[in-house]
């Protein structure tokens, strides 16, 4: 109720400020852009748009730190919006950029299927997208930049499996929130890879919204259901929810058990240290935010990229801790 | 002094609600596994941080007003403290002293705007979240801030046997009682109760409610706050959602525990009372076979329920 108030406040003062800025910019039609960037001292610096999820998230205040650093080095001018959690903030958002004559767009999506449009109407000014870390169904991007979630639950399985060994066992999941896009696409590739191993059996799958507090909740609930030893390991979609899970089962005796978080953070890595948590998946989102610029800035440059840039997920786990920093 | 009416009913209006809770109780108890000490005290244990918040709501409540900021204020002050800590050397106490602070401060704007500029308290209070959460962004510059553990001893717990007696469940006691003793055996308390029930008649009657009405968003500030030192105690960590949603499980257990969204009725007791019946309908829910999917729907149903039955129950007393 609050948030889509709000969005509606957002969307309405949104929308007055970007008919007015496509009447003030627009007047003079597409070709006014480039020619006024002309102008203004020999073309000093393309300017790139990106429009992110939301700002609330440390993983995309990573990606746009990543960005913001990687424009210093190539001297370009960026602006980063924030899509504020709502599908229509970030179509808005990136009308407004369009309008404002960005020379490239990054995009990352927060819905796959709800970001088509946004593609659509860059696509029809002619300005290239670069889709980061999510992809889009629809529309023409130049490049995907990213590792997809679903490989990112392919990465926790093949841990997982490691991990136990060829006995197996029972393995209890802790899911994000319920239908978001990590969570239904981490999970599909974790399914994938463990429905061809019969000697694990997922026993028992909870959501807890990616939160600690939830992951509390549903854990403290698990060690009143199953005995300790029984339960060989926990897998968790995210490390926040990973480590509490970790907390609870260390607090009542579970010593044996292994947790599998999941996005690298600097709270994993501690625990990876520590051997509370056994493994995480690594998404480096500072390098994912670089490398997409890098990829708009040589699209613009007439330099497109010749196919998806796809960024490594390694586990990290005590072996290779110290090579990798985390993610936020 | 208008004290609320029907203070002292019979027990037949508390029927309906004894009836609903007794079978909500009776499926706990039908719950295996959920009637033994050790996830009784656990259940407790993780209801105290919200129960903290919902004594502030509940204040907020009887006088009248109404407070959406709370998640967001427990979010910037679990910010302060974790900013404090890592950044600035802070020791553990000027870091809580910094964080009551910042709660107590947003108390008292949003209690500025609603009884002094009459601004309506659900948009002052939602536009005090959209500051609120933009401020802690910048507190923690987008970052998340882990392994905070200076708290952690708040969280520590005793065990007596096979039941866990933790330090959060002693901050809610405390935190009971002052707030039980505050609104019902101080003449602060009393007049917060008449100004919630008719503020027009009140302030006739010479109390001054707007002065009322600004300490008790202070008091539902510093609550927020204390809560933002609980979540750090219990998991050391403070990003920019941190306590998302919190103001609606705060304003839920009010409502389930009888605490009227009119103002003037209800109790801090009856909040805790409805928290601790939230988190044992959710604890009830992870315990049996019923999958994850249904307890979203089931925990909207309960507190519907509870506010339809509470309605009922009160139907009579205008007559």
Known sequence: MRNERTGRTGLGAGMIVAVVA??????????????????????????????????????FAAQKRGMETAARELGVDLEVR???DDDRIQLE????????GVAALVFCPRNQDAAVRAVEVANQERVPVVALNRRVNGGEVVAY???????????????????????????????????????VERMAGFREVIEGCPEITIVDA????????????????WVQRYAPGEIRAIVAQNDEMALSAAEVARDEGWSEVVVIGCDGTEGAFAAVRSGLLRATVLQDAADQGAKALRVAVDTVKGNPPTGDVLTPLPVIDQANVDQYRPSY | MERP??????????????????????GVWRTPGFLTARHVSGVVHLASLVGV????????LIGGGFDLSQGATLGLSAAVAAVGLRDLGWGPVAAAVAALGCGGLVGVVNGVFVAYVRANAFVTTLSMTLIVRGLTFLVLGGRELGGLRAFEPLAASLRVGEMRLSGLMAILGVVAIVGWVGMRCTVWGQHLYATGGNAEAARLAGVRTERLRLASFAVSGLAAALGGLLWLASFYTANARTGEGYELLSIAAC?????????????????????????????????TELPGEYATLTNGLVILVFAAVDALARRGERR
């Open chain 2, 53 to 60: 918040l919902a004594v502030g709501q509940s204040v907020v």
């Open chain 1, 145 to 183: 930049v990213g590792a997809d979630d679903r490989e990112a639950g392919r990465a926790q399985a093949k841990a997982l499996l490691e991990a136990v060994g060829p006995e197996g066992g029972k393995v209890l999941y802790l899911l994000g929130t319920q239908g978001s896009s990590p969570q």
């Open chain 1, 206 to 221: 909870r959501f807890a919204d990616f939160r600690a507090d939830q992951a509390k909740a549903v854990m403290m609930a």
């Open chain 1, 22 to 59: 496509m009447v003030v910019a627009g007047c003079g039609g597409p070709d006014a852009n480039p020619g006024a960037a002309g102008d203004s001292a020999t073309e000093r610096a393309i300017r790139i748009g990106a429009v992110l999820p939301t700002f609330g998230h440390p993983f």
């Open chain 1, 93 to 100: 958002q990136v009308e407004a950029l369009l309008s404002r």
């Open chain 2, 255 to 287: 409502v389930v525990g009888g605490v009227s969204l009119q103002g003037g009725r209800g109790s801090v007791l009856g909040a805790i009372g409805g928290c601790l019946l939230l988190q044992a309908v959710g604890a009830m829910i992870n315990l």
């Open chain 2, 5 to 26: 009416k029907g203070w002292h009913p019979g027990l037949l209006r508390w029927l309906p609600v004894v009836l609903l809770a007794g079978a909500v109780m009776w």
């Open chain 1, 82 to 84: 924030d899509g504020k």
